[in-house]
């Protein structure tokens, strides 16, 4: 079997590839620039949906206690719990 990584951890490789091209920069600046670029790349108005996705982030940071699912908890380390795994047929070559 193989763990499919979590969404957090996935997460949290792409923000330590973005400090390591960074220079080492903090965290929440490394997710920016991340963000940003991603937002460039994939957005038709990203000044227009920065803006909206900030303010549904501050919302659901707001409301954690409502829009967490019961699986997650906020304050809790998602990217330690077990990764959801995954079957490999094992008759098929990869």
Do not use: C
């Not at 903090?26 to 000044?47: G, I």
């Amino acid at each position: 079997m193989i763990q499919e990584p979590t969404s957090i951890q996935l997460l949290d490789a792409a923000v330590e590839q973005e400090r390591e091209t960074l220079g080492r920069a903090e965290p929440a600046v490394a997710f920016a620039s991340l963000l940003a670029r991603w937002l460039f790349v994939r957005s038709d108005d990203p000044h227009i949906d920065v803006v909206g996705l900030f303010a549904r982030a501050h919302a659901y940071v707001a409301n954690s206690d409502r829009v967490l699912s019961e699986n997650y908890t906020a304050g809790s380390n998602q990217a330690t719990q077990e990764p959801k795994q995954i079957e490999v047929d094992s008759s098929h070559p990869a």
